[in-house]
């Protein structure tokens, strides 16, 4: 299996992992991602659960997706060390630039997204991006770009903090928390988001693939 299928069938784990956690109702649109990704056999290729069928189903899927992720994780370390032809080029980032280039990249979106400059933001998503709103809707890019687009709230401020970053070769994980000022309606809101963001790199760039986002009670 090579990195960048073990790459896409990562992502789509962690779509399906996100989706049994958000609700039974993500299920379905989270083993369409799954299926048309991953190749793979038995594992996770049943038709979608439905009716009274979803709620052990999503325990289930949840526990093997983790399985899984936890798997590719192992495999993608392995192909780094043992082959000798993906070793990194000279001069390319340590583990802590990448992290700086990462968050970078973060404050970089959230101010397009304040700013409302939607053509520059969407250069930032994969073409295949998916997001996991607070309220546990799914959403793919076109869906979430008409939502920033044509949607009756807008965002001042955002101000993010305790961002934390992992990587992975060509993936990395950014984890946070940000502090969003709304104005909805007339009336300014403030909330608290926790939230978790996948980022592969691709021709040389890094986007941002995959976004789960949590809200966090006062």
Same mark, same amino acid.
């Given at each position: 299996?090579g990195?960048k299928?073990?790459?896409?069938?990562l $992502?789509?784990a962690?779509v #399906? +992992?996100?989706? !049994? @956690? =958000?609700?039974?109702e993500?299920?379905?649109?989270?083993?369409?991602?799954w299926?048309?990704?991953t190749?793979?056999?038995?594992?996770?290729?049943?038709p979608?659960?439905?009716?009274?069928?979803?709620?052990g189903a999503?325990m289930?899927?949840?526990?093997?997706?983790?399985l899984?992720? $936890?798997?590719l994780?192992? #495999? +993608?370390?392995q !192909? @780094? =060390?043992?082959s000798?032809t993906?070793?990194e080029?000279?001069?390319?980032?340590s583990?802590a630039?990448v992290?700086?280039?990462?968050k970078a990249?973060?404050?970089?979106?959230?101010?397009l997204i304040?700013?409302?400059?939607?053509?520059?933001?969407e250069?930032?998503?994969?073409?295949?991006f998916?997001?996991?709103l607070c309220?546990?809707?799914l959403?793919?890019?076109?869906?979430?770009?008409?939502?920033?687009?044509?949607g009756?709230?807008?965002?001042?401020?955002i101000?993010?903090d305790d961002?934390?970053?992992?990587?992975?070769?060509?993936?990395?994980v950014?984890?946070?928390?940000?502090t969003?000022w709304v104005r909805?309606?007339?009336h300014?809101?403030t909330?608290?988001e926790r939230?978790t963001?996948?980022?592969v790199k691709?021709?040389?760039q890094?986007?941002?693939?995959v976004?789960?986002?949590t809200?966090?009670g006062k």
């Amino acid at each position: 299996m090579g990195v960048k299928s073990v790459l896409k069938i990562l $992502a789509a784990a962690l779509v #399906l +992992l996100a989706a !049994a @956690s =958000a609700g039974a109702e993500e299920v379905g649109p989270a083993f369409d991602i799954w299926k048309r990704e991953t190749s793979l056999s038995g594992l996770l290729l049943r038709p979608a659960p439905k009716g009274r069928q979803m709620r052990g189903a999503i325990m289930r899927i949840a526990i093997e997706a983790t399985l899984l992720a $936890a798997s590719l994780f192992t #495999l +993608l370390g392995q !192909a @780094s =060390a043992q082959s000798p032809t993906q070793t990194e080029p000279q001069g390319s980032s340590s583990a802590a630039s990448v992290a700086d280039e990462i968050k970078a990249l973060e404050l970089k979106s959230d101010k397009l997204i304040v700013t409302a400059d939607w053509d520059e933001y969407e250069k930032l998503l994969t073409f295949d991006f998916t997001r996991i709103l607070c309220d546990g809707k799914l959403e793919n890019k076109k869906e979430t770009m008409v939502s920033f687009r044509g949607g009756p709230r807008k965002l001042i401020v955002i101000e993010p903090d305790d961002l934390q970053v992992r990587t992975y070769g060509e993936i990395a994980v950014l984890q946070g928390r940000s502090t969003i000022w709304v104005r909805e309606s007339g009336h300014l809101n403030t909330k608290i988001e926790r939230y978790t963001e996948l980022f592969v790199k691709q021709d040389g760039q890094w986007k941002l693939a995959v976004q789960q986002q949590t809200t966090v009670g006062k």
